[in-house]
C-alpha cells in the first residue's frame, strides 16, 4: 500500500489531501479524478491509511496496528467496493456494501473510508443509491470515488463531492516542451485579460486554435494546468508545487480573488470541454461555451 511520499508528480493533490487531514477538515465524500495510473489508488490508500492512524497525528506513522492493517489491505474500517459484474456497479452493490453498513460505527478507528474505484461505472440508480447516503452522512463516515471520467456523475453528486484532480502521468515533462510555451502565451492572455479591450485582441488567436482539433485539446491542457496552479497556491500559499512558474505573479492574484468553487466549476467544465472536443463536437463551439463559463466562475 502506498504512501504519500512514493506517489510521483502529483504534489497539488497530496497537499490538499495533507492540508484536510493537518486541520482535521475532512469532507464526507472525494472524488479523485485522473488518466489510467496516475495514482488514483494509491493516493486513495494513502488517504484512508493516514485517517486511520493510531497516531492521531494527520500522518500515517507506518508502525501501528492500524497502519499494518491499512498495508495489507485488512483494515475492518476500510472498505473497498467491488462490483459483482465487472464495468458495472449496480444499485445492490451499493446499497448492500455501503447503505447497509455504513451506520454501523467504525470497529477501531476514527473513521470507515469507503473506497469505490472505477465509479463511473455506478448505474444511475448506484448513483441515486448513493446520494441518500451522501445527503446524510455518519459524522465518521468518508467516501472516496475515483474515477477517469467525471461525465458519468449526476450533477447531485458532483455538487456533494470534493474534487481531487490528478496531474497527467507526463505534464512535467511537457510544459518545456517548445510548441508547448508557444501556445501557452498564445492562450493564457485570454485567462488573465482583466479588461475587455484586452480579450478582444486574443479572440483571433482562439478562433485560429479552434480550427484544430489537436490544438483546442491542448489549449484545454494549459487553461486545466494554469487554474490547478491556481488551486495549489490559494490551498496551499506554497508556491514549490507550482508548475507555470512564469505566471506565478498572476497565478498568485488569481488565487486570492477566486472563490475554492469557483476553481473546482471551472476545472470540471475544461473537463467536460476535452470530452466534447474528444467526441468531436465543433471545438470552436465548445471553447465559446467554456470561456462563458470561465468568466462566470472566474471573479
Ligand atoms: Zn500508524
Redesign the pocket.
Known amino acids: 500500500m502506498a504512501d504519500f511520499n512514493s506517489i510521483e508528480n502529483q504534489e497539488m493533490a497530496i497537499q490538499l489531501l495533507k492540508n484536510a487531514l493537518k486541520s482535521h477538515k475532512i469532507s464526507h465524500a472525494y472524488m479523485i479524478t485522473g488518466e489510467a495510473r496516475s495514482g488514483k489508488s494509491a493516493l486513495a490508500d494513502a488517504f484512508a491509511k493516514s485517517l486511520l492512524?493510531?497516531?492521531g497525528t494527520g500522518s500515517?506513522?507506518?508502525?501501528?496496528k492500524?497502519?499494518h492493517q491499512a498495508e495489507t489491505h485488512n483494515h475492518p474500517d476500510i472498505i473497498y467496493i467491488t462490483p459483482e459484474k465487472p464495468g458495472y456497479i449496480a444499485v445492490d452493490d451499493i446499497r448492500d456494501k455501503i447503505n447497509a453498513s455504513i451506520t454501523i460505527k467504525p470497529y477501531q478507528g476514527k473513521y470507515k473510508v469507503y473506497i469505490i474505484p472505477h465509479s463511473e461505472w455506478m448505474s444511475e440508480g448506484a448513483q441515486n443509491a448513493l446520494l441518500k447516503t451522501m445527503e446524510e452522512p455518519p459524522e465518521y463516515a468518508v467516501i472516496l470515488l475515483l474515477t477517469d471520467n467525471e461525465e458519468h456523475f449526476l450533477p447531485t453528486i458532483m455538487s456533494r463531492v470534493v474534487t481531487i484532480p490528478l496531474v497527467p502521468v507526463a505534464y512535467e515533462k511537457k510544459i518545456e516542451d517548445i510548441d508547448f510555451i508557444e501556445l501557452k502565451e498564445k492562450i493564457l492572455p485570454y485567462i488573465t485579460a482583466e479588461r475587455d479591450t484586452e480579450l478582444i485582441a486574443v479572440e483571433g488567436i482562439i478562433a485560429e486554435v479552434a480550427k484544430d482539433k489537436v490544438l483546442s485539446l491542448k489549449a484545454l491542457e494549459i487553461i486545466l494546468l494554469y487554474y490547478r496552479d491556481v488551486l495549489i497556491y490559494k490551498s496551499t500559499g506554497d508556491e514549490g508545487p507550482v508548475l507555470l512558474k512564469k505566471e506565478l505573479y498572476d497565478i498568485r492574484k488569481k488565487a486570492d480573488r477566486v472563490s475554492y468553487e469557483g476553481i473546482n466549476n471551472i476545472i470540471k467544465e475544461i473537463e467536460i470541454s476535452r470530452r466534447r472536443i474528444e467526441m468531436s463536437v465543433k471545438a470552436e463551439y465548445v471553447l465559446d461555451d467554456l470561456f462563458i463559463k470561465i468568466k462566470e466562475n472566474d471573479k
Open positions: 492512524c493510531e497516531s500515517a506513522c507506518n508502525n501501528c492500524s497502519c
